[in-house]
Antibody
Framework: EVRLVASGGGLVQPGGSLRLSCVVS????????MSWVRQTPGKGLEWVSG????????YYAESVKGRCTITRDDSTNTLRMQLSSLRAGDTAIYYC???????????????WGQGILVAVSS | SYVLTQPPSVSVAPEKTARMTCEGN??????VHWYQQKPGQAPVVVIY???DRPSGIPERFSASNSGNTATLTISGVEAGDEADYFC???????????FGGGTKLTVL
């Protein structure tokens, strides 16, 4: 069974930063691209960032470009995302996602974690 | 940037056929994936690469993609199909994944 367990959410002050982590089990982690997707409660899905299976290629949504860094540690099967200069619009449930292949453009979002809430507020 | 447009809601009676559209410029040239999200749960892929079904997804789920419109079809709709459905494509021009705004399927 594939499991994605995210951590690191919570209440963050505007202008602050957060680091989300996601530990993946049940699959050969290095074989798959990974991504973060967020969802404002009651609203739609917004893709945030992605990283290839090799870790050599990263992609970011325009809304977070320049303040977001996605990384992976294949030795611990861990995906991470650092997001800085936080604002109210970053408040959302963040999902860790395993893609169906090694390359982002060629894969679908096959397994989703449970979601973790990030609230940006003073 | 690339935009996908979905109707906010679709209603259908049980055992009837539900069709949910996803419009985008020349979407027929892209692979479209569809996700189902039930309240309080993470999304689940129901169709990938235009019309492939993951194991465990009933044959009642199918899709098509041509021109500027992709369509998810659920035949013999059941109460358990009530959920939000999102379409998704990769925009090579934007180097980004794009989701539609989602359609809420209500089973009457």
């Amino acid at each position: 069974e594939v499991r994605l367990v995210a951590s690191g959410g919570g209440l963050v002050q505007p202008g602050g930063s957060l680091r989300l982590s996601c530990v993946v089990s049940g699959v050969t982690f290095i074989d798959y691209a990974m991504s973060w997707v967020r969802q404002t409660p009651g609203k739609g899905l917004e893709w945030v960032s992605g990283i290839s299976g090799t870790g050599g290629i990263t992609y970011y949504a325009e809304s977070v470009k320049g303040r977001c860094t996605i990384t992976r540690d294949d030795s611990t099967n861990t995906l991470r995302m650092q997001l800085s200069s936080l604002r109210a619009g970053d408040t959302a449930i963040y999902y860790c996602v395993r893609l169906s292949g090694m390359d982002l453009p060629m894969a679908n979002f096959e397994n989703w974690g449970q979601g973790i809430l990030v609230a940006v507020s003073s | 940037s690339y935009v996908l447009t979905q109707p906010p809601s679709v209603s259908v009676a049980p055992e009837k056929t539900a069709r949910m559209t996803c419009e985008g410029n020349n979407i027929g040239t892209k692979y479209v994936h569809w996700y189902q999200q039930k309240p309080g749960q993470a999304p689940v892929v129901v169709i990938y690469y235009n019309n492939d079904r993951p194991s465990g997804i009933p044959e009642r789920f199918s899709a098509s993609n041509s021109g500027n419109t992709a369509t998810l079809t659920i035949s013999g709709v059941e109460a358990g199909d009530e959920a939000d459905y999102f379409c998704q494509v990769w925009s090579s021009a934007d180097a980004a994944w794009v989701f539609g705004g989602g359609t809420k399927l209500t089973v009457l």
